[in-house]
């Protein structure tokens, strides 16, 4: 594992740096890509393999028998976690923007609002929307530089009309690993009101040294309420595979969306599953905890940098590897910023305003690229606001 290493994306079908140019206006030529949610390292030799060994078979066919796919990932789970799992509650989707569309289609009806806790993740707001369903915005609290929730103005935002809450956990974009407390005080949430949990836990994984992510799974007396989505893509970089899991406790909840899985039509891809199975392995771990600890040297490079421009400040990265940028104290207005990130810095990072309310004045910068890069993207960002100093 060369985290170090600079590969060309250019040119490969790459949403982040192939369509950089197009939507942010920063050419990938000199530009640095710090938007999409991947990374520019290649997964692990295991993962590699397991394609390698398809592409040497030579032959693509369906995939049959999901027992040693489920098995790694109650391995993975259960070793990683601490978290044992039924083998039954697992329903594989093709990612997880699709999986979260899935619980919304099977647990909800059309008009029914779903509880955001702004600003976070925007594909869930757009599939609710697009579902004909209302975005309910929770929006966070800051304190001491963090988020937090704050569940008392939560409770009197609620009309009754709300059927489902999807929480971020670890959060996108603030980094947040949400303690066992909070954690606890969601599932009360959604237990007072009545709400199906929807858990997103893509980055679970990615959590930088000296914390602890906990499934919801583990927390009491929701597991009849609760779909915990999970997926291999985001921590071993394999996210074009489209592979995800729900994970449903309750027996009644996975006979409702087995049946809405038939309804679509849905079954797995397995390019994704031979990679999953690979990935939770011993190997696979290893290379999890490696990447973590050269994450957690990007971000302090990164902190470090916007530390010196006067008014920007980076929350602090608990999870993921997504910066999350406040300029608000530039006194600059969110159109300046972006230009001079865009035009003066050449760098293309997710706009606040799109992951919703309480997201405006920032900007989101992917770190999962070489150091390298980090480096010469706070020297460009120090370059653009120099005038502050
Ligand atoms: C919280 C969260 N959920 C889901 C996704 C995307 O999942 P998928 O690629 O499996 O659809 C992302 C990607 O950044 C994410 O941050």
Excluded at 125 to 152: P, T
Excluded at 225 to 234: G, Y
Excluded at 335 to 345: H, I, L
Aim: aromatic letters at 10%.
């Amino acid at each position: 594992m060369n985290f170090d290493e600079t590969i060309d994306r250019i040119g490969t079908h790459s949403s982040k740096w192939d369509m950089m140019e197009p939507i942010y206006g920063v050419s990938p030529k000199d530009g640095i890509a710090m938007w999409v949610a991947d990374m520019d390292f290649r997964p692990p030799a295991c993962v590699s393999d397991a394609i390698a060994a398809m592409h040497d078979h030579g032959i693509y066919g369906y995939f049959g028998d999901e027992g040693a796919y489920r098995a790694a990932i109650q391995w993975w789970m259960k070793e990683r976690h601490g978290w044992s799992l039924d083998k039954d509650a697992i329903f594989t989707t093709h990612g997880l923007v699709n999986g979260t569309a899935m619980c919304i289609d099977a647990f909800t009806a059309p008009g029914d609002g779903v509880v955001l806790f702004t600003p976070v993740y925007h594909a869930f707001a757009r599939v609710i929307k697009a579902a004909g369903r209302e975005v309910v915005e929770c929006q966070l609290d800051i304190q001491d530089g963090r988020y937090l929730m704050d569940f008392e103005r939560y409770d009197a935002q609620m009309t009754g009309r709300e059927t489902m809450v999807i929480l971020c956990s670890p959060h996108n974009p603030g980094g947040r690993v949400w303690t066992e407390a909070e954690l606890n005080d969601v599932a009360a949430f959604a237990r007072r009101h009545d709400l199906t949990l929807v858990s997103d836990e893509i980055h679970h994984d990615l959590v930088m040294p000296g914390h602890r992510h906990i499934p919801m799974a583990c927390i009491d007396g929701i597991e009849d309420r609760l779909a915990m989505l999970t997926a291999t893509t985001k921590t071993f970089n394999i996210a074009g595979s489209h592979t995800g899991n729900v994970i449903i406790p309750d027996p009644g909840m996975r006979a409702t969306f087995a049946a809405r899985m038939a309804a679509m039509g849905q079954s797995a891809n397995s390019f994704g599953l031979f990679m999953t199975e690979a990935a939770y392995s011993p190997e696979g771990a290893a290379w999890v905890d490696a990447l973590c600890t050269y994450v957690d040297g990007n971000r302090k490079v990164f902190d470090e940098g916007v530390a010196g421009i006067p008014g920007a400040r980076s929350m602090p990265l608990e999870a993921t590897y997504l910066a999350w940028v406040d300029f608000s104290g530039t006194g600059l207005s969110p159109a300046d910023v972006t230009a001079r990130v865009e035009k003066t810095a050449r760098i293309a990072a997710n706009y606040g305003a799109s992951f919703g309310t309480g997201g405006e004045e920032c900007l989101r910068f992917n770190l999962a690229t070489p150091r390298a890069r980090v480096r010469e993207a706070v020297e460009r960002l120090q370059d653009a606001f120099t005038d502050l100093q």
